[in-house]
Each structure stands twice: as C-alpha cells, then as structure tokens.
C-alpha cells in the first residue's frame, strides 16, 4: 500500500522536474530557442499533444501489460507478440540512452555553470566533478532524491526570479521548419519519454488502476507544466545556476539508479554494469565532443520513440494494448492507435530531418 502510495505521486513529480531539468540545460547548448515566441510554443504544444501524450499512454500500456522494467518487459512482450528478438533492442537502446542522457545534462549544466560563475577550471574537468557526485547520489533512496530534485528545482525557479531575470516579450517570428525538430526534442526527449522512466516509476500504482488514463495523463501534465515554467526561467545570475547544478546532479543521480536496477533485472554482471553506465555518463568528458553529443543525444532519443511507435503500433497485437489501454469507449482507443502508426512516425522522422538539416 506504502509502494502504490508514493508511485502515485512519484511519476508526476519525476516528470516535471526531469522534464524542467532537462530542458533547462540541454536547449541553451543545442541551440533551441523558445524566448517567448508565440508560434515556436504552438509547435510544442501541438507536439505535445500528437506525440508526448500518445507515447506517455504508450508507455503506461506497456508498463501495464509487461509487469515489469523496460529492459526486462520487452523479452516478455517480443514473445507475446510472435515478434523477432531484435526489437528487444529497444529496450537496451533506451538502458544506455538513461545514463548517456545524464551525461548530457551534467555537461550541459558544467558549462551553463562555468558561464555564469567565471570558473578558470576547463568545462570537462568541472564536469568530471559533477558526474563523480551524480553516480554518489544515485545510491540514495529514490523518494528522497525525487524530493531532492523538486526542492532544486522550485528554489532555481524562485530565485531566477528574484535576481531580477530579464525576459524578453511574447513576439511572433516566422515559422521554419527547423523548429519542428526542436519541438519535438523538448515534447519527447526532454521529457524522457521512451526511456521506460516512468512506466518503472508507476508499475505499482499502475497494476490497481484499471485504465491506464489515471497514470498517463497526470505525468503528462506535469510534463506541461515543466516547459510553461521553463518559459519563465533564465540563469541570470551565480546563485541560480549553483541551485540548477545541484538539482541537475540529483536528478542524474536519480536516473543513473533506475537504469541500474534495470540492467540489474537482466542479471547482468555487476562489473558489466557499472561499465555501461560509467562509459555512457563519462563519454562526455571527452574535449571538443559537446557539440557532437548534443545532436546524437536529440536523435538517439528521437530514435527510441520511433521504435516504440512501429513496435506497438504495427507488430503487437491489438487485443493486447486494448486491454492494457482500457479507454472508456472504442473511438478514444482508435484514435490513439492511429497517433501511434501513423501520425508519430511520420512526426518524428521529421523532427529527426530537421534536427539533422539544423546542425548542417
């Protein structure tokens, strides 16, 4: 009763701060602009509702269905549906994607650090500094780093706020098509969809809950509501970018733990794990690779939903996410389905084409 407590909770909150954090640090190093533009936030929250929201439901559904974390649940689910054993690689495509992603938002959040407090220190080496504390963090318990996290997030919001940050007013700019690829990364990858993040957050909650609704859409709110605060965020000033840093550090920290347990549920050696989960986090260390690793970062995450879409959409079989689903009437249902077939992976390859033409 205790565990289905707390995952009710947990998820959402999780949602919203991993979603602020990581937006916070990943769209000032990969050049995403959303200063109070009208039209590149109409994107967004269109990407967020044609894609966020059906890969949230995705993701639940799964979770619902598999009993179990993502790595784990795709063997399960690969056999249920007949299917061939390579898209089991989903799942490992998204096990090394969790600590490379905490990689990027430690590094990210080096330099937004290093600008803002004037450090002499070279970025990678104020990064090795970080990472060395976010692999400590993640032994802590997961409740509390969550709370950890929140409590960072909350006072960077209030104080950014208080050092006077100077926002620019709402204005309309023409839109372009680079912008699709941008507001599909801050709608999918920033939120951590198809990482199987969540679906390990809720698998308690979910398993008494007989639509998946119930835990879908509050992660998908709060996952909202990450990027309207971000719209009022800025570092302006030292005090601000120190709290990010800490929040930044819990927040890997948190994720570094639920990728370990999930490579400790496909009884992997524990020498073999602490080397995926140290080279994927301290890759970043590396000089002059930041900007590199930002862009397969985008398209590594944008990767790993298009698999998932194909996977439930074209190869599982229907009776099964119907009933993981359990929407209170067959249209809801279908329209969610024909998101996940056609509209996501014909969105996201897009993104993944803009993304690409924007860097070259």
Known sequence: MQDHAMSKWLSPLMAFCLSFIVIATLAPMTGIQIDRQ???WMLWLTAML????????????LAKRSKTTALQALSNLTRDADASQKWRLAGWFGAVFIPFLAGGMLSNSAQILNFSAGFSAAPNILFAALAVAAVAASFIPRQLTVLLTAAGVLAALVLANAFGTALPAWHVTSVEFS?????????????????GLYWQSSLSAI???????????????????????FGFFAVASVIPAYILTFATVMAAGLILNMAREQLQQRQLQLPVQWLILLAAVFAWAIPQVTAVF??????????????????AGWIMKISHLRKA??????ALYNIWRIAVRIVLPVAIIAAMIAVIGKFF
């Open 38 to 40: 009208l039209d590149f």
């Open 294 to 311: 930002n862009l397969v970062l985008m398209l590594w995450g944008l990767v790993i939903c298009l698999i998932y879409a194909v996977f």
């Open 179 to 195: 912008e699709w690829g941008s507001a599909s990364v801050l709608a999918l990858v920033a939120s951590g969809l198809g990482l």
């Open 325 to 330: 689903m359990n929407f209170s009437n067959e």
């Open 50 to 61: 044609i894609l966020a929201l059906p890969v949230c439901y995705l993701e639940i559904a």
């Open 207 to 229: 398993q008494t809950q007989d639509s998946a609704t119930k835990s879908a859409l509050p992660i998908w709110i709060a996952q909202l509501l990450a990027v309207v605060a």
